[in-house]
């Protein structure tokens, strides 16, 4: 009896730990404010790659192109914008219709972020977005 009891406490725990570390990490995309925490807590930890699985289609080349940047970045200052990423906690979102803007909540020194994050519902999943307008600026002569 002693003999199974250790392998099944063993798959018991295995999956417990094993579902703390997902719902831990998952996104939910059907609402903007899980989407918009975890894209600015991947983009402030200058992790681009996960930050990438948050934008539209369009814009995902952006952040791999910003990914192979950030790897000449000190190691510290790496670990520092970890740290500080963490402090991204909520998001409050307007939504009207596809589209949501939502503000972040918080910086180091508890204050919300200064410029909203658009996102957009495509098929079926809130994703960050630019518009064309944002994108290639028209330079003012």
């Not at 999956?15 to 989407?35: A, D, G, M, Y």
Request: a neutral charge.
């Amino acid at each position: 009896m002693k003999f199974l009891s250790i392998p099944i406490l063993f798959i018991l725990l295995s999956t417990i730990l094993w579902q703390c570390q997902r719902k831990h990490n998952k996104v939910n995309f059907s609402k903007p404010e899980s989407v918009a925490v975890a894209f600015v807590r991947a983009g402030s930890a200058l992790d681009f790659m996960e930050a990438a699985q948050y934008v539209e289609e369009d814009l995902k080349e952006v952040f791999e192109a910003a990914q192979s940047m950030a790897a000449d970045i000190p190691a510290e200052e790496k670990e520092k914008a970890k740290k500080n990423s963490r402090l991204a906690k909520k998001a409050d979102c307007v939504v009207k219709g596809n589209l949501a803007e939502c503000i972040i909540c918080c910086d180091a020194e508890g204050n919300k972020s200064p410029q909203a994050i658009q996102l957009k519902k495509i098929e079926g999943r809130w994703l960050v977005y630019m518009n064309k307008e944002d994108r290639d600026p028209q330079p003012n002569y």
